[in-house]
């Protein structure tokens, strides 16, 4: 049968009863998630392998992290890692699992805000792996063929190369934008959705749990929290993308089916035939997400004309960002070798600021200047070839562009160790130059196609 969530999320509820006839957080005897190997004491409330345990603390091993509210780092809880682990699972199976509040960092933005991370401890985190090792095969198949956020098989890339060859089909583009989207989470919605999905009892308790345990602000205050879920949990990017395929993604295949749209997490981008129908989707989209509690942003939400060389007409936004990429008429060539504007994703001005500010931060001119050159290209090499593997993928000259600030440190570095280059720029450009012919391959960025000029 059907079951309404409250305020208009819509998910077909399985018969019984979904919170549980004495509350989301009262333990019911027996049952729970069926053997994957390992042994279950008898007498617990829940069935939970160790081995599901072990194998979701090889994941956040893999994963690494800060330190939560404890302090305690990974490589403290593996002084005594049978003993913590078994904490996890006793606790798990009997219950009596409470999670430890979640330390709050406030991350940077480039607009000058901060973005809140919720840090776990390492001990919640492999408690919210096994839950989420559980639940994501139940809930990854229905899930939408065009979301894309913290999927396996799926990145951020699959959807940039999708976006680039719809805007070529739609000549209209909603750059959706969800105002404090983790910040707005309605707990009974995102809980209702979960109990769709699963009947494993201690699954649902423990996220009725993690949604609300309480943020430790910077200052050590403790701070209830009655909506959202922390960015940096494990689960939370799971629990997120449940909570849109039913806030939007299957809302809109019933609404506007001949819309197409990109998600990834709460980044959206939909295509649109008209500015007409562009507008109609916005405003039907900002009344369903006031039935869910979310609210889109005033003025980062906004219509997008894909103007290109087959579209002459003008529109006051002719430009979006998705992923690290900006959306914007480029010249191209064509295979015959003709010259045309497209309208074509390449890095972002806010991607390649990231890059210099990085490059910046390596200070090699006046802190490595004892090193050796081949010191430097081992510092630099791995995070050149993962901005070339990201921001490369598509019009690949503008990152090779935004990698050339690489050279300038470069040369500066040049003219920090040799006393014969020091206040000769063009010199020691040209001396990085004859290296780059010599040895193409020492840099990442040389063998990319960024080599620097080798004078005459």
């Not at 840090?119 to 989420?132: F, L, N």
């Not at 979006?320 to 504007?341: H, I």
């Not at 081949?374 to 090499?381: G, I, Q």
């Not at 690949?396 to 470069?410: F, G, I, K, Q």
Request: proline share 7%; with cysteine; hydrophobic share 40%.
């Amino acid at each position: 049968m059907r079951g309404a969530v409250a305020d208009g999320l819509e998910v077909a509820m399985k018969p019984g009863n979904a919170g549980g006839a004495k509350g989301p957080d009262t333990p019911a005897p027996g049952g729970g998630q069926p053997e994957k190997g390992g042994t279950a004491t008898r007498g617990k409330a829940y069935e939970i392998p160790k081995q599901l345990v072990w194998e979701a603390y090889q994941r956040v091993k893999a994963n690494d992290g800060a330190a939560g509210v404890d302090g305690q780092t990974l490589a403290a809880f593996e002084e005594d890692l049978k003993g913590n682990l078994y904490k996890v699972w006793n606790r798990m199976s009997s219950g009596s699992y409470f999670p430890p509040p979640v330390r709050l960092v406030e991350i940077p933005k480039d607009n000058g805000g901060k973005r809140p991370l919720g840090i776990p401890t390492v001990a919640d985190r492999v408690a919210q792996t096994v839950v989420k090792m559980v639940l994501e095969p139940e809930v990854e198949p229905v899930f939408h063929p065009d979301s894309y956020g913290y999927r396996p098989g799926r990145s951020a890339l699959d959807a940039v190369g999708v976006t680039r060859q719809r805007c070529w089909e739609f000549d209209w583009v909603v750059d959706l934008d969800i105002k404090a989207f983790f910040d707005s989470l309605d707990h009974a919605l995102v809980e209702r959705a979960v109990a769709h999905h699963t009947d494993v009892p201690w699954v649902r308790l423990y996220i009725s749990r993690w949604l609300r345990a309480p943020v430790q602000m910077p200052d050590g205050t403790l701070e209830p929290r009655t909506k959202g879920t922390p960015q940096g949990g494990v689960v939370s990017p799971l629990l997120a993308n449940l909570f849109l395929h039913y806030t939007f993604d299957v809302w809109m295949r019933r609404h506007f089916a001949t819309c197409p749209f990109e998600r990834y997490a709460d980044d959206v981008v939909i295509h649109c035939r008209s500015q007409a129908e562009a507008q109609a989707v916005v405003e039907a989209i900002r009344g369903r997400f006031e039935q869910c509690h979310l609210e889109l942003h005033p003025t980062k939400t906004r219509i997008v004309y894909c103007k290109s060389d087959g579209r002459p007409g003008n529109h006051e936004h002719v430009t979006f960002d998705f992923l690290g990429y900006t959306f914007r008429p480029r010249w191209a060539k064509s295979r015959r070798g003709k010259y045309f504007v497209g309208f074509l994703p390449a890095i972002s001005n806010k991607a390649a600021k990231t890059i210099r500010q990085t490059i910046r931060d390596w200070r090699m001119a006046s802190k490595r200047n004892n090193q050796r050159l081949e010191d430097l290209a081992w510092l630099v090499n791995p995070s050149v070839r993962g901005w070339m593997n990201y921001y490369g993928r598509f019009y690949r000259s503008a990152c090779v562009t935004a990698l050339r600030p690489l050279n300038e440190a470069l040369a500066a570095w040049v003219r920090r160790k040799f006393t014969r280059y020091r206040n000769r720029e063009r010199a020691s450009m040209h001396w990085l130059g004859r290296v780059a012919q010599r040895e193409p391959s020492l840099f990442a960025h040389w063998h990319l196609g960024a080599r620097p000029a080798a004078g005459v």
